[in-house]
């Protein structure tokens, strides 16, 4: 049963508090401390830890994010915790993908670009940030052994001044969120993500990749919708009555709008538009001068996208029937194509990769 309380400012907050999470652990603790708030003007301190371990936050990061703004909204002090040093471990075990180790100059740029992209979400003068190296980088490791030494985890757990010693702390666990593949946990290192500091298009484009199944819960984990147009998305799809494709670019020109404003997201409609519906070409399409002659087909997929594929992602595009070459699908990668302006070769070559397109045009033409 939820904890209540005889405030009605306190019932307010815990509504607020509760929506959108999984678990609230005790409730009754979170209730006592907003009494205690709301008697003595004093606001909580809310906090929430990220260990920057890629350099731009994903959608999957604004779900805590946007809560602790809620919290902020409701007049508490937030406190962001980097782990600047706890990312340089990564994952000891080599088990995880998603915890490299990194270096220190790696860790202090991602959370330089952290930072920024916080701040499109919470409010800055509303929050105050730690990082935990000050602590845990003037600690030596005779310091640390001495620490482990003191007591074992089972004897601090059977001592009551252990147990009951520290005002206890409140809980607030938050869903996860499915990445682009609709299956694992979003994450940079998966290469499922969405970044909210992408492009308008590359956000849109991303977005319109999702399976149907997860645009529900998009909507409901990532967007600023009300509780009333979710269950009108959820109603609508359920019964059939609106196409997914149409919710789906609803959803993306939200999120877009969300971090990127309206401008960028009415633009990137209106490529998506002409790219994918009326199958036009994107205005912004980049244009890659190469010297006349004959080029395999991946060569020419990796000089027309330069910096974005290796050798062996790129195969793996033309393996799964991605690539377009001037209208045709190509699936061997050593394909001859020639580019140039004498008989046989193509004066322009147009190649699309997923939702990637560019302009090939011979030097000197």
Do not use: C
């Not at 409701?74 to 040093?85: A, K």
């Not at 290192?189 to 977005?207: D, H, Q, R, T």
């Not at 699936?331 to 194509?337: A, L, S, Y």
């Amino acid at each position: 049963m939820a904890a209540q309380s005889k405030s009605p400012e306190v019932e307010r907050q815990l509504e607020v508090i509760r929506s959108g999470i999984e678990e609230l652990i005790p409730e009754e603790e979170l209730v006592r401390k907003l009494e205690r708030s709301i008697a003595s003007k004093e606001p909580l301190r809310v906090k929430q830890g990220f260990d920057p371990t890629a350099p731009d936050i994903h959608l999957g990061h604004t779900i805590g994010l946007r809560k602790l703004r809620q919290f902020q909204e409701l007049g508490h002090q937030v406190v962001l915790i980097v782990g600047s040093y706890t990312a340089l471990v990564g994952d000891p075990s080599g088990r995880s993908q998603t915890r490299p180790t990194l270096t220190e100059a790696e860790v202090h740029a991602n959370a330089q670009t952290y930072l920024d992209q916080f701040f499109k979400v919470v409010d800055k003068s509303k929050t105050e940030v730690r990082w935990n190296g000050d602590w845990f980088k003037t600690m030596s490791f005779v310091d640390v052994l001495r620490l482990t030494s003191r007591f074992t985890v089972a004897r601090m757990l059977e001592r009551d001044d252990f147990a009951y010693d520290v005002e206890p702390q409140v809980i607030l666990t938050l869903p996860v969120l499915e990445g682009l593949d609709g299956v694992r946990r979003m994450s940079k290192s998966l290469g499922n993500y969405i970044g909210i500091a992408e492009p308008p298009k590359e956000i849109y484009g991303k977005v319109m990749s999702l399976p149907d199944s997860l645009i529900e819960r998009y909507f409901r984990l990532v967007t600023d919708a009300s509780p009333s147009e979710i269950e009108e998305v959820a109603r609508s799809l359920r019964g059939g009555k609106t196409n997914p494709m149409t919710s789906k670019k609803e959803l993306a020109h939200r999120i877009v709008r969300m971090y990127q404003g309206q401008k960028s997201a009415d633009f990137a409609q209106e490529e998506f538009e002409k790219q994918f519906s009326r199958r036009e070409l994107p205005s912004d399409m980049p244009t890659i001068a190469l010297p006349p002659g004959a080029f395999r087909a991946r060569d020419l997929v990796m000089r027309a996208f330069p910096n974005q594929y290796t050798g062996s992602s790129a195969g793996n595009l033309f393996k799964q029937g991605a690539v377009y070459i001037s209208g045709e699908r190509v699936t061997d990668v050593t394909k001859e194509i020639r580019v140039g302006r004498d008989p046989g070769s193509l004066g322009e070559v147009i190649i699309k990769v997923g939702r990637k397109v560019a302009r090939v045009v011979p030097e000197g033409g």
